[in-house]
């Protein structure tokens, strides 16, 4: 799933984010972060999340935005070798 950290409290880990494909807005479960590449997320950043039993986002991780599919993003050809900010 992909979603929009709306809020986040580095000091406690309290967090929430909005789904992209429902606009559910989801709590970040106590171990969201843990194995993840983010020490700490901000608001308005993209990531990609799973949702565990309890209906809380979990595993986050980053996603491109080709990756997500955003508007205005093409998608990556897989022959296309040059480097996204080479110009």
Same mark, same amino acid.
């Given at each position: 799933?992909?979603?929009?950290?709306?809020a986040y409290d580095p000091s406690t880990g309290d967090g929430v984010l909005i789904?992209?494909?429902?606009?559910?807005?989801?709590?970040? +479960?106590?171990?969201?972060?843990?194995?993840?590449?983010?020490?700490?997320?901000?608001?308005?950043?993209?990531?990609?999340?799973?949702?565990?039993?309890?209906?809380?986002?979990?595993?986050?991780?980053?996603?491109?935005?080709?990756?997500?599919?955003? +508007?205005?993003?093409?998608?990556?050809?897989?022959?296309?070798?040059?480097?996204?900010?080479?110009?």
């Open positions: 799933m992909q979603g929009v950290i709306k789904c992209d494909t429902d606009l559910g807005e989801y709590d970040l +479960a106590a171990d969201a972060l843990e194995g993840s590449l983010f020490r700490m997320v901000r608001q308005g950043q993209r990531v990609v999340f799973d949702l565990d039993g309890d209906g809380r986002a979990t595993r986050l991780r980053m996603g491109s935005e080709v990756d997500m599919g955003t +508007a205005g993003f093409p998608a990556a050809h897989p022959g296309d070798h040059q480097h996204p900010q080479a110009g």
